[in-house]
């Protein structure tokens, strides 16, 4: 991750990973990674938090809400995500996701650059819904003078069986529901029964500098296609004690208050990466 305009870290240092063995268990730790990669989950390990201790897991219903499985789009493990309609909320919202809100090396601000890698196997038997799915989001922490955020972007569903980036941005330091400007990207048609694979470089910016670019492809029909190239504001005018970070799972935000034309949600979640280069979070590379 590149600091475009550093706040009171060192310039150029790329944070990775290192593997430690603490009583027969593999945790990683925060060491130089040659390549840029500051965190790849694979769950090569079996564990649900990839052997970082630091990420975190909203689950209402263990074990059903997240499981490791055998079907993976490298090595031998992913995660899986369920959720159901009825399911009790977790953080506010129906959902069954893990997050790096913890993690520090993960954190994005206005003004850095970072590269985001992972791979989303949607089932075969997915129905489009009436109401969209969240699959992955770069959220936000709220600041001391606002009651809640939105995320800077999250990546969906939607009900025209579209994949679509919403992107939410502000440059006022405290943010409202009537100061908030929001885009939406749509990326391509949902390909169910296979590994769809994203890319994003995001150049974070709550004004005229950000930009987002983003490659796809899928495990059935390989080679990465550019679907999306865009400047412009996509975060917030934060304080600097707050962040933003990762969460990727399901979010269903409609089953907060009602139901929808499907009432079960499952997908599978591979190769969780950020890097300083596409190649550093490449999520078909095991």
């Known amino acids: 991750m590149n ?44 564990a649900k938090n990839s052997g970082y201790a630091d990420i975190g897991l909203n689950e209402c219903c263990t074990p059903r809400s997240l499981q490791v499985v055998d079907l993976a789009r490298t090595g031998d493990h992913a995660i899986r995500s369920q959720l159901t309609y009825g399911d009790a909320p977790v953080n506010g919202g129906v959902r069954a996701e893990s997050h790096t809100v913890a993690m520090d090396p993960s954190y994005f601000d206005s003004g850095d650059t ?36 939105v ?42 029964g296979q590994w769809n694979d994203f890319v994003f470089k995001f150049d974070w910016d709550h004004g005229v500098d950000g930009g987002i670019e983003t490659w796809h492809q899928t495990s059935k029909s390989p080679g990465w296609k550019s679907v999306l190239s865009a400047t412009g504001p996509n975060t917030f005018n934060d304080d600097p004690t707050t962040h933003g970070y990762l969460k990727w799972g399901i979010y269903k935000p409609a089953w907060n208050t009602a139901p929808t034309d499907v009432d079960t949600r499952v997908l599978i979640h591979d190769n969780v990466a950020i890097g300083d280069s596409f190649a550093s979070v490449d999520p078909s590379v095991g």
């Open 3 to 46: 600091r475009r305009r550093p706040r009171n870290l060192i310039t150029g240092t790329i944070v990775g990973v290192a593997l430690l063995f603490i009583g027969g268990q593999t945790i990683h730790a925060l060491a130089e990674s040659p390549d840029g990669t500051v965190m790849r989950a694979d769950y090569e390990d079996g």
């Open 114 to 149: 970072a590269y985001y890698g992972f791979s989303v196997y949607i089932v075969s038997h997915w129905q489009t819904d009436s109401r969209e799915d969240i699959v992955f989001q770069w959220h936000n922490w709220p600041d001391a003078c606002e009651a809640s955020k």
């Open 151 to 192: 995320p800077s972007a999250f990546l969906t569903i939607q009900p025209t069986g579209q994949w679509r980036l919403r992107v939410n941005s502000d440059g006022d330091a405290c943010s409202t529901p009537e100061s908030i400007d929001k885009t939406s990207f749509d990326l391509g048609a949902v390909k169910p």
